[in-house]
């Protein structure tokens, strides 16, 4: 039986895959593997940038709504990043540009879009501003934003083919505010990237 087109579909790639020095093909083997989406909107985590971050917060104790919108203008480094590698994607860089996609109710193909663009605190989703908050949220964020069909998040942690999205939270595979960020949406899937 044939599977059915996805129209939209949101894809969160964990930050810290950018290491593996075979992500590109890693990327295209996944994305070979999937049932076809019109659309696939990409948005990179903050990875070892982050993480830095967080190291600084532990020992200072640093103000946490402050911490937290650092560590979003952060994710757009990751962003560059996964733009160089993948060129012929189309880029959202701005409010602006990202408005203008959604008033047109169409993204291209493979549409890589910047945390910055559509989280920010005037537009935040009532999501807690501070740790419990990660990437995770942010693109269950984009995907109600966007009323995508499937959320996908993308780990380079192993995950039990079995285990349900709340306990995947309970373990802090996924983050503590995601329950409340993906609510209503249609599919959730947790995965490893594979090499």
Known sequence: MKQAVVHRRVIKLGGSLLAAPDLVSRIQSWLNRQPKANENLWIIGGGEIVEGLRVYDQIHLLDPVAMHWRCVR?????????AELFPAWTQ????AEFSAACSRGRFAPQTLIAADTFFTPANDGHLPADWTTTSDSIAAFLAQQ???EELVLLKSCEISAQATIAELVANGTIDQAFLFASKGLPLVRAEALEG
């Open 146 to 148: 966007t009323d995508a």
């Open 74 to 82: 952060q994710m757009r480094s990751t962003f560059e990043i996964l």
């Open 92 to 95: 959202i860089t701005s409010e």
